[in-house]
């Protein structure tokens, strides 16, 4: 697509429930990250696909979050057993490979545990 | 890890002002990018600039890699200008800085 897309724009969930949360890259471009933004912060680096390589997943900030990848493309962000400390805004952004020009960003999802 | 550090955190300006926002970073990185989120969330990316000085506008930027900062000079500046203006920097992934605040004020 001509951008990156995010779905759903907004979620609100119940505490304790799991959620999904999509990223649709831009088409060719083979690295993908996920970002998380709290309110009034700046974005905390969550876990970064590139290619087929092992995802650095170093950002995540506990064992109730994971994301994959499916063929190279769409990624999906879960965050399971979900606390209200886990509200904050979900972005994704995509680019061509690692450290390249032009990070684009999705428009997030913004995440409301209730 | 690599620490990025923006300043002022927060700048209020009269429309037609110009201004300067400094990033400072711990580390030699290969890619330098400043970012414009408005107000409705959405990051545009503004500069690629490991280093040297680019144009766009009545935006420019310059990084000075060996001493480690970028400096983003923002002139004439708009009421559409607002926003939070955020500087990364890239070792193995892209590291945020907290972000300048720019509110400009008709």
């Known amino acids: 697509g001509a951008g990156v897309s995010q779905s759903p724009s907004n979620k609100v969930t119940e505490k304790g429930k799991d959620v999904e949360l999509r990223c649709d890259p831009i088409?060719?471009?083979?690295?993908l990250y996920w970002y998380r933004q709290s309110l009034g912060q700046g974005l905390e680096f969550l876990i970064y696909?590139?290619?087929?390589?092992?995802?650095?997943k170093s950002g995540l900030p506990s064992d109730r979050f994971s994301a994959e990848r499916t063929g190279g493309s769409v990624s999906t962000l879960t965050i399971q057993r979900t606390q209200q400390e886990d509200s904050a805004v979900y972005l994704c952004a995509s680019s061509t490979g690692q450290g390249a020009y032009g990070y684009t960003f999705g428009s997030g999802t913004r995440l409301t545990v209730v | 890890g690599i620490q990025v550090e923006q300043s002022p955190p927060d700048l209020i300006l009269q429309e037609g002002a110009n201004s300067t926002l400094r990033c400072n970073f711990s580390?030699?990185?290969?890619?330098l990018q400043w970012f414009h989120q408005n107000p409705w969330g959405q990051l545009i990316n503004l500069f690629y600039?490991?280093?040297g000085t680019k144009q766009n506008g009545r935006l420019s930027a310059t990084t000075v890699a060996t001493e480690r900062y970028s400096l983003l000079y923002i002139s004439s500046s708009q009421t559409t200008d607002s926003g939070v203006y955020f500087c990364a920097v890239y070792g193995n992934k892209l590291v945020f800085g907290a972000g300048t605040i720019l509110r400009v004020k008709s």
């Open positions: 600039i490991p280093s």
């Open positions: 696909f590139q290619g087929n390589s092992a995802p650095d």
């Open positions: 580390d030699s990185v290969n890619n």
């Open positions: 088409s060719g471009h083979t690295a």
